[in-house]
Nanobody, 126 residues
Framework: HVQLVESGGDSVQAGGSLRLSCQVLGLFGSNSYCMAWFRQAPGKEREGVSVVHSGGTIEYADSVKGRFAISQDNAKNTVYLEMNSLIPEDTGMYYC????????????????????WGQGTQVTVS
């Protein structure tokens, strides 16, 4: 049974920082998976924030470049999203996702390509 468990969401002031964690459970060979963070603001579609390919390549949405950093600790089966200089537009439910092939090509941001999802963690920036 695969589980992605996010944590670290909170309410913060603009300019603040948060670190989100996503622990991956029950995923055999998880270090061969692409891992990504998505977010969804109220009334909006889910959007890709950042991805780390199984080979280590990292990509970011333009809206978070220079402010967010994705990393992973394979020993802990955990993916992190360090978020700095937060702005109100960063508010939303943040989800992590895993899949073997989703990050191939240039379509990692396409929600439908990802097989495994966490339950989400709420980030509110005021």
């Amino acid at each position: 049974h695969v589980q992605l468990v996010e944590s670290g969401g909170d309410s913060v002031q603009a300019g603040g920082s948060l670190r989100l964690s996503c622990q991956v459970l029950g995923l055999f060979g998880s270090n061969s998976y692409c891992m990504a963070w998505f977010r969804q603001a109220p009334g909006k579609e889910r959007e890709g924030v950042s991805v780390v390919h199984s080979g280590g390549t990292i990509e970011y949405a333009d809206s978070v470049k220079g402010r967010f950093a994705i990393s992973q600790d394979n020993a802990k089966n955990t993916v992190y999203l360090e978020m700095n200089s937060l702005i109100p537009e960063d508010t939303g439910m943040y989800y992590c996702a895993a899949d073997v092939t989703a990050c191939r090509g240039d379509l990692w941001w396409a929600v439908g390509r990802w097989k495994y999802w966490g339950q989400g963690t709420q980030v509110t920036v005021s």
